[in-house]
């Protein structure tokens, strides 16, 4: 559906929209000047141009007391190299929704990002993931379920941010602490 016909709908149908999950994205596993430019820019234009634009058209439609959720990742905190580009855009997601929840305060509409690590999802296989990163693979996984249930209530809680997991909540901590030249030899894919 292209935002045209995105917005079209919206003016149709005038919904009220108490809860919008921007969940779309992908990301791809390889060193930026040897990867896929396709992979790259289209990767960007889901990751950051749908998830702005959805999120512009959708405002109007949210009443006060409604819910924003952006989809993050916990490589949100600190580049990942050879996912530079992906970590750079969750960055980017992050950063979005502490400047949007600031925006959209007094209207009374929260948002929150969600944080997590790897979940089992069709995500590791179509960016080439699975197999070829030794550092990934050993990561622990999140459970789908228990994200989404810790994400919602951390949306109805107004919070900005929700890392699930103690591993992951104690690496954003790491990363907010330590240097980012150092860490991001630690966080090599």
Not at 69 to 90: E, L
Not at 120 to 136: K, P, Y
């Amino acid at each position: 559906m292209s935002f045209t016909v995105f917005q079209e709908k919206l003016l149709s149908e005038q919904p009220e929209v108490l809860l919008l999950v921007n969940n779309a994205g992908c990301g791809y596993l390889g060193n930026l000047g040897e990867s896929d430019t396709v992979l790259e820019t289209r990767m960007i234009d889901l990751n950051l141009r749908a998830l702005t634009a959805v999120t512009n058209l959708t405002i109007p439609y949210i009443p006060r007391g409604g819910r924003i959720i952006n989809v993050s990742s916990i490589a949100a905190f600190c580049p990942n190299a050879r996912m530079t580009v992906y970590s750079s855009t969750k960055a980017f997601v992050s950063h979005f929704t502490v400047g949007l929840g600031e925006e959209l305060h007094k209207k009374g509409i929260s948002v929150t990002a969600v944080c997590p690590g790897p979940m089992a999802t069709e995500f590791c296989d179509v960016g080439n993931i699975t197999g070829n990163s030794a550092m990934f693979d050993t990561l622990p996984y999140c459970d789908q379920v228990r994200v989404a249930h810790g994400t919602l209530l951390a949306a109805k809680q107004r919070r900005t941010f929700y890392t699930p997991t103690m591993f992951y909540k104690l690496y954003r901590l790491i990363a907010k602490l330590t240097p980012v030249k150092l860490m991001v030899k630690f966080t090599k894919t």
